[in-house]
């Protein structure tokens, strides 16, 4: 069965890439191989033994959690081994990460893919793992901000400079640039009802796990009117996307443009299945 109005949207998976699950270099190849469009990593660079922030998903903290490989070095070493997907955060943790270092990471990572890096952010929900790295909670989005517009200004200027409360330096020379001109994109991955002024400010997208939400995409088309700007020129991202060809047509005609359907962190036996069942529904969608 084929769906009409499906040809522009594109398809990928999540993984949490852990030391104990398949490999991030073998699921690369096994999303590429299967015609799909991207494959993204979430990051944790520890969880506090102490933590008291309770774990948004209910019950008790994952191990994935604190077993995940650093994101870039996983997405780079997947880069090397693929030529068409998409690599992305979803989603990085700018506000425990040095601005500066980030810029870099992350023009290494397009430049090496290629220009394939997309960079989901986030502030994050764990505070005493932020503590950890010295990050102010109550103002982590405050924070998050001027680091993207500081890392903006590395990837597009010769010289670039950057002065604001949280991230303040002179100019500065920094390469590689990006094969992205301006950078990758910038997805923000929250469902907040301050996301939508965010966004609007200084996003590329959105990556709302589960679903838009009622009255959501109202309040975006808002947010960017008054600031100019379109739904049209953004990436809507859904994170966790429903297993039915039905349900994905419907996101779709919410207004999604990518569908990103989750797999286990797992070994190869439990993550392949999975990977063949979400190929399975996107041909089905695609006819």
Same mark, same amino acid.
């Given at each position: ?7 522009n ?6 993984i ?9 270099v ?6 590429e191989?299967?015609g ?17 922030? /309770?774990? +948004?998903?209910?019950?008790?903290? *994952? =191990?994935?959690?604190?077993? &995940?490989?650093?994101?870039f %070095? ?17 989603i ?10 980030l810029?870099k ?12 890096a997309?960079?989901?952010i986030g ?5 005493e793992e ?11 989005w ?7 517009l500081?890392?903006r ?8 400079e950057y002065?604001?409360?949280f991230?303040?330096f002179d100019?500065?020379?920094?390469? /590689?640039? +990006?094969?992205?001109?301006?950078? *990758? =994109?910038?997805?923000?991955? &929250?469902?907040s009802?301050? %996301?939508f002024e965010?966004i609007?400010?200084?996003a590329?997208g ?7 939400g009622?009255g ?10 008054a ?8 990436d809507l991202?859904?994170?966790?996307s ?8 419907g ?5 999604f ?12 036996d ?9 190929a399975?529904?996107v041909?089905?969608i695609?006819?």
């Amino acid at each position: 069965m084929a769906f009409s109005g499906v040809e522009n949207a594109r398809f990928g998976v999540s993984i949490f890439p852990t030391d104990y699950a398949m490999q991030p270099v073998e699921v690369a190849r096994e999303v590429e191989a299967r015609g799909l469009d991207s494959l993204f990593f979430p990051e944790h660079t520890h969880i506090p033994a102490s933590r008291a922030t /309770p774990f +948004p998903g209910g019950g008790d903290l *994952p =191990p994935e959690y604190w077993h &995940a490989h650093d994101p870039f %070095v996983a997405l780079g070493a997947c880069a090397a081994a693929t030529e068409k997907i998409r690599l992305g955060t979803g989603i990085c943790l700018v506000i425990e990460r040095d601005p500066i270092t980030l810029a870099k990471e992350i023009a290494s990572l397009d430049m090496i893919s290629g220009g394939r890096a997309v960079i989901g952010i986030g502030a994050g929900w764990n505070r005493e793992e932020m503590e950890n790295h010295g990050a102010n909670y109550r103002n982590r989005w405050r924070i998050v901000r001027e680091k993207i517009l500081a890392m903006r200004e590395i990837w597009r200027e010769d010289e670039a400079e950057y002065h604001g409360e949280f991230v303040d330096f002179d100019p500065i020379w920094s390469y /590689p640039k +990006p094969v992205q001109e301006g950078g *990758p =994109p910038i997805w923000i991955g &929250a469902n907040s009802k301050w %996301v939508f002024e965010r966004i609007a400010d200084y996003a590329d997208g959105w990556m709302p796990i589960g679903g838009m939400g009622s009255g959501n995409m109202e309040r975006l088309e808002e947010a960017l009117e008054a600031r100019g700007r379109k739904v049209a020129d953004l990436d809507l991202a859904l994170f966790g996307s429903p297993m039915q060809a039905e349900q994905c047509v419907g996101r779709i005609e919410q207004g999604f443009d990518e569908l990103v359907f989750g797999l286990p962190p797992a070994p190869a036996d439990k993550v392949l299945p999975v990977l063949d069942r979400v190929a399975a529904v996107v041909e089905e969608i695609r006819g």
